[in-house]
């Protein structure tokens, strides 16, 4: 397996002055107006701020979904605007996990055929996937669930398969887009809780929310506004 | 590969009722390409493996003429039939005369096609029950003697339809009233075996008689021949051979079975683009309704769609997974369309055999490994095609918007 050559030294990624402009047959949309950010490893930082402040655009240009219009994303020490799309979903899937609101699980698959996906697509041996997946389900508190498919499951279960998911390829850098967003206030700052301690087991942990009490729990809260950090 | 085979398979099993109404649909569509695939080369098959239980490897034929498609004769037969079997890679060549005679029975007289062969000539029909000519006792009836009861082999035709059997003795004549029979001969035969001779009609009677015995019917010279049939030791060398013969002989056409096949295939063209047709419209159906169900599958999980590719698998792997559903559906379709196609070509075989002309033992649908196998490809590489269109929609998919629009949704 050829995976990028992670820089462990220095930030997980860097953000200098990028900006995001949508171009809408009206006028153009700058999601992003220059923003310049740096995650380190075992940070654990919250992004908040009104919708449509440019939250999930700096969320998917940090992660590598999305490029910057203008400025840099350096992630892993590599500059996204740089790579080829092969290339950047090479890093997507052995350095970076997503967590989303809506959990996006795969409903015929079990949770534990959910976790395992990234695994598959890296190529990681089937016996070292059956370890690596029976190994994550139990860290976020669902061993007993692994054969159970989503519709089984509660929302904040669901979530913590999506999290398990996301930690399969050992990334470094783990995106959380609203993920306690369809929870209640119990489950979420669960999963709020499962996501710090992440961070302080080194992972830099990226989450964005609307809600106030779950960026309280970050380490580092930035704000947004109109596609500026406040 | 596996992976996306097994994930793409789950896909379609998400909505079991929709993907079972698909197989549905695409085995009814792949049963007509089946049925039109088998029908495209299914006379020309049938034909050929009748010919090749026959044996023979050559056929010689008076010069722009079928097998007993006329009068037309190779006069000095005989002698080209025994120049052809002095060859070394020759092991028989049986001079046959075809003609049309009449069987008195009772007062009646039915029309008969008549095939004179040597006596000991194997393989132009198959005995079914009794004796051939070349066993029973007056066999050796190449002389003259026009008062002999000659012995005859029947089709099964004349069998069950006249109530003739084995041991009857009949009269052959060469007219079909009294009046005119004073002008032509008179044969009186005795039934000695029952055989099947391959190409008659539904209802036709056919006979085999000795040669001789034929000719002098017929009042016709000796040494003349409608048809030289040729056995070989080595029948791939039939394409040379055949170039022997008409190089000896320019007044006729000899052809090898592939020969014969293709120069039948080419007056069967109208079933060829019959089948084309249909089978063209068989694969547009299968073809649009793989990508519209495939289509409107993805258009459902672009969310997921979108979740997979932020995880990191690569445009080209979800391409592959879109491909691999079109693919699928067309091959769990396929059973159907086989067991349907099967059932469709033996009632539609039977109405087409039902018109006047056409052979008994030949078909119009012939189910073979070719046609089986070009139908699978025809409805995989379908499969395909039809997955492609989702497939390239989903390729060009942006990421960060799809998750947001999916999100806000």
């Known amino acids: 397996m050829s995976g990028h050559p992670y820089q462990a030294q220095g930030p997980v990624v860097h953000a200098q002055v990028a900006t995001r402009v949508y171009p809408m047959p009206g006028e153009p949309v700058h999601a992003l107006r220059g923003v310049t950010l740096v995650v380190e490893r075992g940070t654990f930082l919250s992004i908040a701020g009104p919708s449509g402040c440019g939250k999930s655009t700096l969320l998917h240009l940090l992660g590598g979904v999305d490029r910057p219009t203008d400025g840099t994303i350096v992630l892993l020490g590599r500059a996204t605007r740089g790579l080829s799309d092969g290339a950047l979903a090479r890093i997507r899937l052995l350095h970076v996990g997503f967590v989303f609101q809506r959990f996006f699980l795969l409903p015929m698959l079990t949770a534990a055929e959910n976790v395992a996906l990234p695994m598959i697509e890296a190529g990681v041996a089937a016996a070292e996937r059956r370890r690596r997946t029976g190994a994550l389900l139990e860290r976020v508190g669902l061993g007993g669930r692994a054969s159970h498919r989503p519709g089984q499951l509660s929302g904040g279960e669901m979530q913590r398969v999506a999290i398990a998911r996301a930690l399969a390829n050992h990334p470094a850098l783990l995106l959380a887009d609203e993920p306690t967003g369809e929870l209640d206030e119990t489950t979420g700052r669960e999963i709020g809780g499962v996501l710090r301690e992440l961070s302080q087991e080194g992972l830099a942990v990226v989450m964005v929310t609307h809600n106030a009490d779950l960026a309280a729990m970050a380490d580092r809260q930035v704000r947004m506004r109109d596609g500026l950090l406040v | ?409």
Do not use: C
């Open chain 2, 1 to 409: 590969m596996q992976s996306v085979m097994s994930l793409a398979w789950r896909g379609l099993a998400r909505a079991p009722a929709r993907t079972a109404l698909v197989f549905v649909g695409l085995s009814v569509t792949g049963a007509l390409l089946l049925d039109m695939t088998m029908l495209a080369g299914g006379l020309e098959a049938s034909l050929g493996a009748v010919l090749s239980r026959l044996g023979f490897a050559v056929r010689v034929v008076p010069r722009g003429t079928m097998p007993f498609s006329g009068d037309a004769e190779i006069t000095d037969g005989d002698r080209l039939a025994a120049a052809i079997a002095a060859r070394p890679d020759v092991t028989a060549a049986v001079p046959v005369v075809g003609a049309n005679l009449y069987v008195r029975r009772d007062g009646r007289r039915v029309p008969s096609f008549a095939l004179g062969v040597p006596t000991g000539a194997q393989g132009v029909y198959t005995l079914l029950r009794g004796q051939d000519l070349a066993a029973s006792p007056s066999a050796g009836a190449d002389g003259s003697e026009g008062n002999e009861v000659v012995p005859i082999v029947v089709n099964e035709n004349m069998a069950r339809l006249d109530g003739v059997g084995l041991g009857d003795v009949l009269v052959l004549a060469g007219t079909p009233g009294p009046l005119l029979q004073a002008f032509a001969g008179v044969q009186r035969v005795r039934v000695v075996g029952i055989a099947d001779f391959y190409f008659d009609l539904p209802s036709q009677r056919s006979l085999a008689i000795s040669t001789a015995a034929l000719r002098r019917l017929q009042g016709r010279p000796a040494g003349g021949a409608s048809l030289i049939l040729v056995r070989m030791s080595d029948p791939s060398r039939a394409d040379a051979l055949a170039r022997w013969i008409t190089a000896r002989e320019p007044r006729v056409d000899a052809f090898s079975l592939q020969e014969f096949l293709a120069r039948t295939g080419a007056k069967l063209t109208y079933f060829n683009q019959f089948s084309l047709i249909l089978g063209t419209i068989s694969a547009a159906v299968a073809f649009l309704l793989i990508a519209t169900i495939v289509t409107l599958s993805v258009g459902e999980r672009l969310g997921e769609i979108a979740m997979l590719r932020a995880l990191g698998f690569s445009r080209a792997r979800i391409v592959e997974l879109i491909l691999a559903e079109g693919m699928l559906l067309a091959v769990g379709a396929f059973p159907g369309a086989l067991l349907l196609g099967m059932v469709m070509a033996h009632n539609l075989d039977r109405i087409l055999l039902a018109a006047p002309g056409v052979p008994q033992n030949l078909h119009f649908f012939s189910l073979t490994p070719r046609a089986v196998l070009r139908t699978a490809g025809i409805l995989l590489a379908t499969g395909a095609l039809g997955g492609l269109v989702p497939a390239a929609a989903t390729a060009r998919l942006e990421i960060a918007a799809t998750l947001h629009r999916e999100t806000v949704s």
